[in-house]
Structures are given as structure tokens and as C-alpha cells.
């Protein structure tokens, strides 16, 4: 059982920077693979970021490449997600979410997911 904690969001003006956090229970953490999934009101879920276990492969929807950094830290149970250059667009809920294995780009695949932290971009 992993369970998940989301921090980090808020609200920041076009251009501004975030770095979202998610923290894992757990001592089996460094064997999971993490995603970073949004969903803004009224649309769908949209996968934005995975990482592998190891974090040492990573893959970014094509909206957040160049501008987003996922990354893990398996000795703090924590997964990162550094946004620069945020846009309106990208104002979402953000969830972190886990699954056993390689890493994914839908969330069918993972089996843990995170109450999810406000990010809010002023135009």
C-alpha cells in the first residue's frame, strides 16, 4: 500500500514557477514508478509527466516538454515536479499517482493516486 500527499500548488502569474511535491508512505517507494496527471474544470484527465524507479528515465506529455522536470528522490519518498514558464493553460488540479512497474502515460495503469494540489496561472 502506498498512499500519496500532494503540495506545492497555488497561485503564480504567467511566466512564474511551481515546484509540486508528493510525498509516499511506504517502504517499498523506490519501486515504483511515478506519474504526474492534471485535469482542469470541465475536461478530461491529462497525463502530464511519468519517471521511472530508478528516475532515471522520464517522459513529458508534448504541452509541458522544455518547460516541466519531473524527478525523485527515493531516499525522501518524494517525487518533484518543477514547472517554469507556466501558462493560463496549465491552471489544473494536479495529481501525483504510482504503479508498480515501468512507467506509464495512462492512468488505467496506476494503482495509487494522490488527493491531488491546485495550480493556478494568472493571465
Known amino acids: 500500500q502506498v498512499q500519496l500527499v500532494e503540495s506545492g500548488g497555488g497561485l503564480v502569474q504567467a511566466g512564474g514557477s511551481l515546484r509540486l511535491s508528493c510525498a509516499a508512505s511506504?517502504?517499498?517507494?523506490?519501486?515504483?514508478?511515478m506519474g504526474w496527471f492534471r485535469q482542469a474544470p470541465g475536461k478530461e484527465q491529462d497525463f502530464v509527466a511519468t519517471i521511472a524507479w530508478s528516475g532515471g528515465t522520464t517522459y513529458y506529455a508534448d504541452f509541458v516538454k522544455g518547460r516541466f522536470t519531473i524527478s525523485k528522490d527515493n531516499a525522501k519518498n518524494t517525487v518533484y515536479l518543477q514547472m517554469n514558464s507556466l501558462k493560463p493553460e496549465d491552471t489544473a488540479v494536479y495529481y501525483c499517482?504510482?504503479?508498480?512497474?515501468?512507467?506509464?502515460?495512462?492512468?488505467?495503469?496506476?494503482?495509487?493516486w494522490g488527493q491531488g494540489t491546485q495550480v493556478t496561472v494568472s493571465s
Open positions: 511506504g517502504r517499498t517507494f523506490s519501486s515504483y514508478a
Open positions: 499517482a504510482a504503479k508498480i512497474g515501468r512507467t506509464g502515460i495512462s492512468s488505467l495503469e496506476y494503482n495509487y
